[in-house]
């Protein structure tokens, strides 16, 4: 047992107990009367003044009482707790997952696991500090919250105050909860070594989560590092929600929509929803009635029950609420918001020629398709640098131009002299090892009999990412130019037998599309939490505001043609406004879901295994045992004795025959 | 004063009642001369009662030859003696009787006349005796009315004061010769010590002894008369001190410990043959002494 303020349980007693005994010793002036006899009279004295020193003390069951209740007292006030419940030494780094499954209302009194991490969190600090209340310290510890990305909430400090008002000052996000950066967060925050030289021992890591940590299987813990796990939440809720949504112009109907929505279910039993789709809160679009979603089944490593839904929804520029019902505990994935953009004819031009893409660009009956020749286009670009920007996309064949630094270009060919992209080699043929189907430009693309007789070998890196690599290099790379977005392919079509397959015609049609939309949003406008919301705006444009789902602006700085924002914490339906070149109000809405598996699968982990090493499990050694609050509750019964005695010798019961 | 003495006293209607009175014993005893009070003595008295066989060194002159020329056996005529009575009254002069409103020892002395009254009346030999430190000072040989005065006279020159060593005082009661008779000790018997074995001394003495107790309402309810608060009681005789914080319990506690006190003096006296009897000085006397001795047995 540790005393957490010893010299103030000892001041108390002390200063309380000697003017106790003082009132004892001190001895009542009383007044002489002289009886007949005294044979009567026994000692009785119930002294509750005193104005003459002293007499002998005498034993005195009511002192007695009184010196125990001040002694329970001042141990009280001492804050006595046992020691070995899980104190530690050293420095302690506390990690609460702020993660979208964090928000799933399992707890007691539908409190949300967030909720019950920061309780947990703020026992374990008080268990480490002993729980004191008036004075005492916590060893050096540290708040990070985290989600996809970690954030220090409070630098290591010594106060338990500060410690407990960053743990309550932890906000929950929507977005995916990677483990792996925390860890490197708390590496970066070990302490140097001393003057011999002597690495100080890494600081052990408290980690308050449900488990649901998508990179656990490929981040290890290194050395000393020790990691505890509190487990937050159920490990048997179940979920079920979206897990997509999307729309599509009905070919019929131009002023209709198909919406598509994905539902899964992660629970073992199926279940049944509604959907329903509102538009500025108004229903437009709802299931007949329930659907069933079946289980995902015993294995918990099965894959989810699914079902898809496909409603007639209303068309044109704006975004829709999708709604599961009825909800469940988490409520995160029970909505989803789905951007409908007002379809257009694009305005292409044409650089280089190449028959096959000649006839797909037409087929797109585009509003405006201009044919320009290498040496033109450097001419136009060199007279006007925005030249590109005036097309929704430039798609070119063959050689690049001088520039691809701005507007959106869809190249077939040589790679252009741009940062990030390396040829090498000579071309040779190729076929596609691996492909980012996700992609938006890649979906439905089956690229197994895909051939290419001369693709020119490239080695990407940072901004372009390969979307499809090849068994020599990238085929086909996206990225961001300086003022701009391009999609490259490493061959011409006349070099493959892609021409003649399904997936190039919805490869180009997809890309055309994805570029054409980055000409005022940057990114997909369907976004995740934790991305970035990057705009690219007309140029003039220098003011944005943003308004988020809680229906909070903030603007955005614009700054070189674009404007970012984020990470984005919240799902939701944002909504970006600015003023055009010419005066008139743009409105463009950004919807970002969480539809991650990793993160809506809310069944909490029981344990935790990070890269096939068991983390320890903190359930067990929840907090030290806290003695005052028991101490206060026998001063209180030593009271009543106490009381009761006085009472009973003041006022004895006739029943005692006295 | 001979004449005011016995009127400060006792009433004169009081004196006219107790002279119809006469002292009441459970024994009929012998006394040294002769009286008007029959004794168990069989001899030269008036009045006939009994025969029994002659025995060899009786008187001849009570020999009733009557029976011996019919029965041809030698009787004796037996006839019972007139003697006088011996009342002993003893008053508790010590200090603790000098508490109480009316006083104690003043209700004890008014209550000693209406005694030695009728003792005197009743022509039976009176002793008065007044106990205080270790010793008992007496007034012997009182008989006949015409000795009322000299026994108020004695009596109130006697005061309340000084300790009293109850046991060595009836031991020096008990040990002169005063014949047998009835003794009746007027106190409070509110004695730490000593009680007991001073009862003891007197009933062996072969006394028909009667114990009368004199309590003031200060001693029986002290609560109603002032007594609270924070005290250090002392005791009158024997000095001894006392602290107390009168409280309601304190003062219940006082009533049993007096109540079992009395108890104890009422269990000694049944078991030695003693006789009696708790009077507080608010009562009235000539009720207490018509009435109230009366029905204890002392008068009759």
């Known amino acids: ?658 | 004063m001979s004449g005011g003495a016995l009127e400060r006293l006792l009433d004169p209607a009081l004196m006219q009642a107790l002279e119809r009175l006469d002292v009441g014993s459970r024994r009929i005893l012998r006394g040294t001369r002769q009286g008007e009070r029959r004794s168990r003595r069989r001899g030269q008295g008036m009045e006939f009662a009994d025969f029994r066989p002659y025995v060899a060194g009786d008187d001849l002159r009570f020999v009733d030859w009557n029976i011996y020329g019919r029965m041809e056996r030698l009787f004796l005529r037996l006839f019972e003696e007139e003697e006088d009575l011996s009342l002993v009254v003893a008053v508790d002069a010590s200090a603790s009787m000098g508490f109480g409103t009316p006083r104690k020892f003043d209700v004890a002395r008014s209550l000693a006349m209406a005694l030695g009254y009728v003792g005197l009346v009743q022509q039976h030999r009176l002793t008065l005796a007044a106990l205080h430190g270790d010793a008992a000072e007496r007034l012997d040989g009182l008989r006949g009315r015409r000795k009322a005065s000299e026994a108020a006279n004695w009596l109130l020159a006697r005061e309340a004061g000084g300790p009293l060593d109850f046991e060595r005082a009836a031991r020096s009661l008990a040990s002169h010769r005063m014949g047998r008779g009835v003794a009746v000790v007027i106190g409070d018997f509110l004695f730490g010590q000593g009680l007991p074995e001073g009862v003891r001394a007197l009933a062996a003495r072969g006394w028909d002894l009667f114990l009368l107790q004199v309590l003031a309402p200060e001693e029986v309810r002290p609560g109603d008369h002032g007594v609270h608060g924070d005290l250090r009681l002392v005791d009158a005789e024997g000095g001894t001190e006392v602290e107390v914080t009168v409280s309601e319990a304190v003062l219940r506690e006082h009533r049993a410990r007096l109540e079992a006190h009395n108890a104890a003096l009422r269990e000694l006296c049944l078991r030695l043959g003693v006789r009696q009897m708790s009077v507080e000085t608010t009562a009235d006397l000539p009720r207490l002494v018509l009435e109230g001795l009366r029905r204890g047995g002392l008068l009759r």
């Open chain 1, 1 to 658: 047992m540790t005393l957490l303020s010893p010299t103030l349980g000892a001041l108390l007693f002390a200063g309380l107990a000697v003017p106790l005994l003082a009132l004892y010793i001190l001895r009542l002036r009383r007044t002489r009367r002289t009886v007949s006899s005294t044979v009567a009279w026994s000692r009785r004295t119930e002294d509750l003044r005193a104005n003459a020193p002293f007499q002998r003390l005498r034993a005195n069951l009511l002192l007695f009482l009184q010196l125990l209740v001040l002694l329970a007292l001042g141990v009280a006030v001492a804050q006595p707790v046992v020691e070995g419940w899980g104190r530690t030494q050293g420095r302690v780094v506390l990690v609460i997952d702020a993660s979208a499954s964090m928000s799933t209302r399992d707890g007691p009194g539908g409190s949300t696991r967030l909720e019950q991490a920061r309780a947990l969190a703020t026992a374990r600090v008080r268990a480490l500090q002993g729980g004191g209340v008036f004075v005492g310290s916590v060893p050096q510890v540290m708040v990070v919250a985290f989600a996809q990305s970690p954030q220090v909430v409070l630098p290591f400090s010594a106060s338990l105050a500060r410690v407990e008002a960053a743990i309550a000052s932890v906000q929950p996000t929507d977005e995916r909860t990677l483990v792996g950066p925390v860890l490197e967060l708390v590496r970066a925050h070990r302490a140097p070594a001393d003057d011999q030289g002597t690495p100080e021992p890494p600081p052990a890591v408290e980690l308050f989560s449900d488990g649901r940590l998508l990179d656990a299987d490929t981040t290890p813990l290194r050395g000393a590092e020790a990691l505890t796990y509190w487990r937050c939440g159920r490990p048997d809720t179940p979920n079920a929600g979206f897990s997509a949504a999307g729309s599509e112009p009905q070919a019929s109907d131009p002023a209709r929509s198909t919406l598509f929505a994905g539902l899964r279910n992660f629970g073992p039993v199926a279940v049944e929803r509604r959907v329903e789709v509102r538009s500025g809160g108004v229903v437009v679009a709802a299931t007949a009635g329930p659907v069933t979603v079946e289980p995902r089944g015993s294995d918990l490593s099965a894959t989810p029950g699914s079902r898809r839904v496909l409603l007639s929804g209303p068309g044109g520029a704006g975004c829709l609420t999708l709604s599961s019902v009825p909800g469940d505990a988490f409520e995160l994935d029970d909505r989803a918001w789905l951007v409908q953009r007002s379809r257009r004819p694009l305005r292409l031009a044409m650089l280089g020629s190449d028959p096959s893409l000649e006839a797909l660009l037409e087929a797109l009956e585009p509003e405006r398709l201009d044919r320009v020749t290498l040496d033109q286009v450097n001419s136009l670009q060199q007279a006007d640098p925005a030249w590109a920007e005036s097309f929704d996309v430039v798609v070119s064949v063959g050689s690049p131009p001088q520039s691809m630094d701005r507007g959106r270009w869809l190249h077939f060919g040589a790679s252009p002299a741009m940062r990030g992209l390396n040829p090498f080699g000579e071309p040779g043929r190729d076929f596609a090892v691996s492909v980012r189907s996700d992609h938006p430009a890649l979906r439905q693309c089956n690229l197994n009999e895909m051939l290419v007789s001369t693709a020119h070998r490239v080695a990407v890196s940072a901004p372009w990412e390969a979307l499809v690599e090849g068994r020599l290099g990238a085929l086909v790379m996206a990225g961001s130019t300086p003022r701009g977005y391009a999609i490259l392919v490493a061959f011409e079509p006349a070099d493959s037998n892609w021409p003649f397959q399904r997936s190039f015609v919805n490869f180009t049609a997809q890309s055309l599309e994805l570029l054409a939309g980055l000409g005022e949003l940057a990114d997909l406008p369907s976004l995740s939490p934790g991305d970035m919301l990057r705009l690219r705006l007309p140029d003039g444009v220098s003011q944005v505001t943003l308004e988020g789902p809680d229906g909070r602006t903030e603007p955005m700085a614009a700054r070189d043609g674009e404007a970012s924002w984020g990470p984005i914490r919240r799902v939701g339906a944002y909504r970006v406004t600015w003023t055009g070149p010419r005066g008139q109000a743009v409105e463009r809405w950004v919807a970002v879901n969480q539809f991650d598996p990793g993160e809506c699968d809310v069944a909490a982990a029981d344990s935790l295994e990070l890269a096939g090493s068991m983390a320890a499990s903190g359930g067990a050694r929840m907090a030290a045992m806290e003695l005052w609050p028991w101490l206060v509750g026998v001063t209180l019964l030593l009271l009543l004795w106490e009381w009761w005695l006085h009472h009973r010798r003041a006022v004895p019961s006739t029943a005692r025959g006295l």
